[in-house]
């Protein structure tokens, strides 16, 4: 199917107007036997069980769900997906979306690092039904009975569902407007916020990822070992093979970590195929970390056609690395695609995959903190590294003055602002903040939307037609009148000394009596041996590379202990969260862990 007419088709507004969830019966009618999804179980078997499912078998799953979630609720109340992430977790999600019951995708409460999360996504859906596995029951139990969270009506467990019951499941109207899913966002410094996620919305976002992503190529196959609870990860594992009757192959985080060559393993398995993949800057970050010619030895992955890096800041550093690690198997140099999401746009806003390197602005870090792209030749001192993000499909991208609400012209910064039929209406219960986000409107609209716009927070600059981004309007740290990214503060701090742990900086300010005061924490290297360690040292070097690259001091350096700063679900620093612990004397310090050795 060509790319327009898939657009035409699953747009709203567009000709076919289907609700994607509507797709599943058609894929059983025209492929009941071609593979839809796989989950490879690396606990039940150290290389890898395959668990397929066929359309055909997918369908009749996913309406017999459908029918055991009606006959314990209703339409509009919601079901909390409190189990591991298998086949019956994605089973789960399509039986709901078939069922107008909205669900809500979490994680069982055994999950390590997201206590916090849980509790309070879980108790702003007040679901009236836990959708879990007899396994994971004495950890829900425990959740139930440790938390003052809502006590659901029932609890249903996924694998004992009768497959029988998808006999007396008969459609029903679906509407774009009907909110599919909460996504709940995995910010740190206010209560979790879930987005109301409409069938219109994934039905628009899974069309506009297709076409981001070009796969004109035949025989595409989706490989994913990204949470299911996270935006990209749903997205990217359901909703794309649901477009063309495509197959998804994937497995769980837990599975990556332990052994991130895991990933490359499965896409290298798919021979003869166009693999399309996705994950956060760490996680390209850590596999080219790991990928030894020894561990790559028969590898080849250049059916790897496209992998998307999102979520979180994208280094340039981790594209040159990653590229050249993996370039002895056959990783082509068009095959990484740098791109902008979040979930207030479902997930996918842009992408850079026209099948060439990543393109990279050196751009003066002067300008840039004036709001203005000046472009430099070189790379040296007082640069910033910019990566394109590249283009919008389907929807549209504004970069715009937030003071004024005026379109800025290509090379001046601003917030990204983001108008299309994937943007959601609102947060669940949050008019307020509702309004605040969706609610944007231009002041000179000219030929553009006057509204709603959904506003990132996040700020960017076009340049050439591509978007690129350049930090959360949120964290920006503000000294002497002058703007500072946080993450180039972070990059010239991890560079300073061989000693801090990559990608484990938070930098943020505190307000002082005339200008903001910096501050600057980051993780120990576990590789340097502590009786090796002078935390002075490590202090000295930092301090003079943030004053010699960005002409500022630094207030206070904390070393910390690995596990320390604070992450978002997707893998982003959580600077508030880190910047709280750091007020509240909670950080676990080096330089305490060596007074203890003594």
Request: hydrophobic letters at 40%; charged letters at 25%.
């Amino acid at each position: 199917m060509a790319l327009g007419s898939l657009l035409t088709e699953l747009l709203p507004g567009g000709s076919g107007r289907t609700p994607l969830i509507e797709r599943i019966a058609r894929w059983r009618r025209e492929k009941p036997d071609a593979a839809a999804f796989t989950f490879v179980d690396y606990s039940a078997d150290p290389s890898g069980a395959h668990l397929t499912l066929t359309w055909a078998e997918t369908d009749r799953r996913a309406r017999a769900t459908a029918v055991t979630l009606r006959r314990v609720t209703g339409p509009g109340e919601r079901a909390a997906l409190l189990l591991p992430q298998t086949l019956e977790y994605m089973m789960t999600m399509l039986g709901a979306l078939y069922a107008h019951v909205i669900a809500v995708p979490l994680f069982s409460p055994d999950l390590p690092g997201h206590a916090d999360r849980l509790i309070g996504a879980y108790t702003d859906a007040e679901p009236a039904v836990i959708v879990t596995t007899r396994n994971a029951l004495p950890h829900v139990e425990k959740f139930l009975a440790d938390h003052d969270v809502p006590q659901p009506k029932e609890i249903v467990f996924a694998e004992e569902i009768d497959l029988s019951l998808a006999d007396h499941w008969e459609d029903e109207p679906i509407a774009f407007d009907d909110v599919a899913y909460l996504q709940y966002t995995s910010g740190s410094t206010r209560r979790p916020a879930g987005v109301e996620i409409t069938h219109g919305n994934v039905t628009a976002n899974a069309a506009q990822l297709w076409s981001g992503w070009a796969p004109e190529k035949p025989d595409p196959e989706l490989v994913s070992w990204l949470p299911l609870f996270h935006d990209m990860g749903l997205i990217a594992t359901m909703a794309l093979p649901l477009v063309r009757g495509d197959h998804a192959i994937f497995t769980d985080p837990v599975s990556f970590i332990m052994n991130p060559m895991r990933w490359l393993q499965l896409i290298a398995d798919r021979p003869g195929k166009n693999v399309y993949t996705a994950g956060p800057n760490f996680a390209y970050e850590y596999v080219a970390s790991m990928a030894s010619p020894e561990k790559l030895a028969g590898l080849d992955l250049s059916g790897l056609t496209t992998c998307l890096n999102g979520a979180e800041p994208i280094r340039t550093s981790t594209l040159s690395t990653f590229a050249d690690a993996l370039a002895p198997a056959g990783l082509r140099p068009g095959a990484q695609a740098p791109g902008y999401g979040l979930a207030e746009a479902t997930v996918f806003v842009t992408a850079a995959a026209e099948d060439v390197p990543p393109k990279v602005l050196s751009a003066d870090r002067d300008a840039l903190t004036q709001g203005d792209l000046r472009l430099r030749d070189d790379d040296g001192e007082g640069t910033s590294a910019l990566v394109s993000c590249g283009r919008p499909s389907g929807q549209i991208v504004a970069i715009i003055d937030p003071e004024t609400r005026v379109e800025q012209p290509d090379g001046k910064v601003g917030e990204i602002w983001v108008h299309g039929p994937n943007t959601a209406h609102g947060y669940w219960r949050n008019s307020e903040r509702s309004q605040d986000t969706f609610g944007g409107e231009l002041s000179e609209p000219g030929q553009l939307p006057s509204g709603p716009w959904m506003k990132t927070g996040d700020y960017g600059v076009v340049h050439g037609g591509e978007l690129y981004v350049t930090g959360r309007i949120k964290d920006l740290i503000i000294v002497d009148g002058r703007n500072h990214y946080p993450q180039d503060i972070e990059v010239t701090a991890q560079e300073a000394h061989q000693a801090i742990r990559p990608d484990y900086v938070a930098a943020f300010a505190l307000t002082g009596e005339e200008t903001e005061r910096l501050v600057v924490v980051a993780e120990r290297n576990r590789r340097v041996p502590l009786g090796r360690l002078d935390v002075d040292e490590v202090e000295s070097a930092v301090r003079g590379a943030v004053n010699v690259e960005h002409e500022m001091s630094v207030h206070d350096f904390v070393l910390i202990e690995p596990g320390g700063v604070s992450r978002t679900s997707s893998g982003k620093i959580a600077r508030a969260a880190t910047r709280q612990r750091y007020l509240d004397g909670a950080l676990a310090t080096t330089e305490a862990r060596l007074a203890s050795r003594r």
